[in-house]
Protein backbone atom coordinates (compact mmCIF):
# COMPACT_ATOMS: atom_id res chain seq x y z
CA UNK A 1 0.00 0.00 0.00
CA UNK A 2 1.04 3.61 -0.65
CA UNK A 3 0.03 6.86 0.64
CA UNK A 4 -0.11 10.04 -0.77
CA UNK A 5 -1.13 13.50 0.29
CA UNK A 6 -1.80 16.06 -2.61
CA UNK A 7 -2.61 20.21 -1.23
CA UNK A 8 -3.68 22.71 -4.08
CA UNK A 9 -4.99 26.69 -3.65
CA UNK A 10 -5.42 29.63 -5.87
CA UNK A 11 -6.75 32.96 -5.79
CA UNK A 12 -10.25 33.62 -7.57
CA UNK A 13 -10.50 36.40 -10.36
CA UNK A 14 -13.19 37.58 -12.69
CA UNK A 15 -13.48 36.80 -16.36
CA UNK A 16 -13.12 33.10 -16.03
CA UNK A 17 -14.86 30.15 -15.05
CA UNK A 18 -14.66 28.34 -12.09
CA UNK A 19 -14.31 24.23 -12.52
CA UNK A 20 -13.69 22.39 -9.46
CA UNK A 21 -13.76 18.55 -9.75
CA UNK A 22 -13.83 18.92 -13.59
CA UNK A 23 -17.50 20.40 -13.14
CA UNK A 24 -18.45 23.95 -13.80
CA UNK A 25 -19.75 25.77 -10.93
CA UNK A 26 -21.85 28.89 -11.42
CA UNK A 27 -19.91 31.66 -9.81
CA UNK A 28 -19.35 35.25 -10.37
CA UNK A 29 -15.12 34.57 -10.59
CA UNK A 30 -13.45 31.43 -11.51
CA UNK A 31 -9.44 29.93 -10.18
CA UNK A 32 -6.41 31.54 -11.56
CA UNK A 33 -3.98 29.18 -13.14
CA UNK A 34 -1.18 28.37 -15.50
CA UNK A 35 -3.72 25.47 -16.64
CA UNK A 36 -7.32 26.11 -15.46
CA UNK A 37 -6.62 26.15 -12.11
CA UNK A 38 -8.97 23.20 -10.56
CA UNK A 39 -7.29 23.39 -7.07
CA UNK A 40 -9.48 19.48 -6.66
CA UNK A 41 -8.05 17.84 -9.30
CA UNK A 42 -4.17 19.25 -8.39
CA UNK A 43 -3.84 17.83 -5.03
CA UNK A 44 -5.59 14.70 -6.44
CA UNK A 45 -3.23 14.54 -8.97
CA UNK A 46 -0.41 15.90 -6.63
CA UNK A 47 -1.66 13.24 -3.95
CA UNK A 48 -1.27 10.45 -6.44
CA UNK A 49 2.59 11.64 -7.73
CA UNK A 50 3.58 11.54 -3.87
CA UNK A 51 2.31 8.09 -3.22
CA UNK A 52 4.32 7.02 -6.59
CA UNK A 53 7.01 8.59 -4.47
CA UNK A 54 7.72 10.75 -8.30
CA UNK A 55 7.60 14.45 -7.06
CA UNK A 56 5.04 17.00 -7.43
CA UNK A 57 2.99 18.74 -10.18
CA UNK A 58 5.26 21.49 -10.80
CA UNK A 59 8.05 18.81 -11.76
CA UNK A 60 5.92 17.13 -14.23
CA UNK A 61 3.42 20.46 -15.34
CA UNK A 62 6.15 23.08 -15.11
CA UNK A 63 4.26 26.52 -15.51
CA UNK A 64 7.28 27.87 -17.56
CA UNK A 65 5.97 25.03 -19.75
CA UNK A 66 4.12 27.50 -22.80
CA UNK A 67 2.70 24.05 -24.31
CA UNK A 68 1.07 23.70 -21.19
CA UNK A 69 -0.98 26.92 -20.90
CA UNK A 70 -4.48 26.60 -19.93
CA UNK A 71 -4.50 23.14 -20.06
CA UNK A 72 -7.61 20.98 -18.66
CA UNK A 73 -7.12 19.46 -15.12
CA UNK A 74 -8.68 16.65 -16.04
CA UNK A 75 -5.91 16.19 -18.56
CA UNK A 76 -3.45 16.70 -16.26
CA UNK A 77 -5.36 14.09 -14.29
CA UNK A 78 -5.75 11.45 -16.80
CA UNK A 79 -2.06 11.69 -17.63
CA UNK A 80 -1.28 11.04 -13.91
CA UNK A 81 -3.45 7.68 -13.81
CA UNK A 82 -1.54 6.71 -16.51
CA UNK A 83 1.79 6.45 -14.51
CA UNK A 84 -0.13 4.98 -11.42
CA UNK A 85 -0.97 2.38 -13.42
CA UNK A 86 2.66 1.71 -15.50
CA UNK A 87 4.11 1.99 -11.49
CA UNK A 88 1.40 -1.58 -11.15
CA UNK A 89 -0.63 0.17 -8.81
CA UNK A 90 -4.44 1.41 -8.83
CA UNK A 91 -6.33 3.75 -6.70
CA UNK A 92 -7.77 2.02 -3.16
CA UNK A 93 -9.74 5.28 -1.97
CA UNK A 94 -9.40 8.90 -2.38
CA UNK A 95 -10.63 11.42 0.42
CA UNK A 96 -10.84 14.99 -0.63
CA UNK A 97 -11.75 18.69 1.30
CA UNK A 98 -11.93 21.82 -0.93
CA UNK A 99 -11.65 24.74 1.53
CA UNK A 100 -13.74 27.60 0.52
CA UNK A 101 -15.81 30.33 2.16
CA UNK A 102 -18.00 31.17 -1.51
CA UNK A 103 -19.51 29.81 -3.19
CA UNK A 104 -21.35 27.27 -1.64
CA UNK A 105 -20.76 24.01 -3.05
CA UNK A 106 -22.81 21.29 -0.83
CA UNK A 107 -25.19 21.40 -3.96
CA UNK A 108 -22.07 20.64 -6.11
CA UNK A 109 -20.44 17.68 -4.33
CA UNK A 110 -22.23 14.56 -6.18
CA UNK A 111 -21.55 15.80 -9.68
CA UNK A 112 -17.80 16.38 -8.09
CA UNK A 113 -17.77 13.21 -6.75
CA UNK A 114 -19.17 11.46 -10.28
CA UNK A 115 -16.61 13.37 -12.63
CA UNK A 116 -13.27 12.47 -10.29
CA UNK A 117 -14.37 9.08 -10.04
CA UNK A 118 -14.87 8.97 -13.99
CA UNK A 119 -11.36 10.62 -14.64
CA UNK A 120 -10.04 7.95 -11.83
CA UNK A 121 -11.77 5.04 -13.72
CA UNK A 122 -12.84 3.72 -10.64
CA UNK A 123 -16.26 3.77 -8.68
CA UNK A 124 -17.91 6.10 -6.43
CA UNK A 125 -17.61 4.08 -3.72
CA UNK A 126 -13.71 4.77 -3.77
CA UNK A 127 -14.09 8.66 -3.78
CA UNK A 128 -15.23 11.45 -1.04
CA UNK A 129 -14.96 14.64 -1.83
CA UNK A 130 -16.36 17.58 1.03
CA UNK A 131 -16.30 21.24 1.73
CA UNK A 132 -15.36 23.14 4.57
CA UNK A 133 -14.72 27.03 5.35
CA UNK A 134 -12.37 28.52 7.40
CA UNK A 135 -15.29 30.63 8.77
CA UNK A 136 -14.13 33.84 7.66
CA UNK A 137 -10.68 33.11 8.70
CA UNK A 138 -7.60 33.83 6.16
CA UNK A 139 -7.58 34.76 2.56
CA UNK A 140 -9.80 32.06 1.86
CA UNK A 141 -12.37 33.43 4.98
CA UNK A 142 -11.97 36.73 2.49
CA UNK A 143 -13.23 34.85 -0.21
CA UNK A 144 -9.99 35.46 -2.06
CA UNK A 145 -9.45 32.24 -2.72
CA UNK A 146 -10.28 28.23 -2.87
CA UNK A 147 -7.62 25.39 -1.90
CA UNK A 148 -8.21 21.84 -1.73
CA UNK A 149 -6.71 18.41 0.59
CA UNK A 150 -6.98 15.55 -0.79
CA UNK A 151 -5.18 11.88 0.55
CA UNK A 152 -5.09 8.91 -1.87
CA UNK A 153 -4.25 5.43 -1.01
CA UNK A 154 -3.01 3.28 -3.86
CA UNK A 155 -2.78 -0.58 -3.91
CA UNK A 156 0.50 -2.05 -5.90
CA UNK A 157 -1.05 -5.17 -7.66
CA UNK A 158 0.77 -8.62 -7.00
Request: proline share 4%; charged share 20%; net charge negative.
Amino acid sequence: MRIGHGFDAHRLVSGTPLRLGGVEIPFDRGLEGHSDGDVLLHAIASALLGALGQGDLGRHFPSSDPTLAGIASGEILTRVVVRVREQGCSLANLDSTLVAQEPRLGPHLEKMRASVAELLSVGEERVNVKVTSTDGLGSIGRSEGIAAHAVVLLSEKP
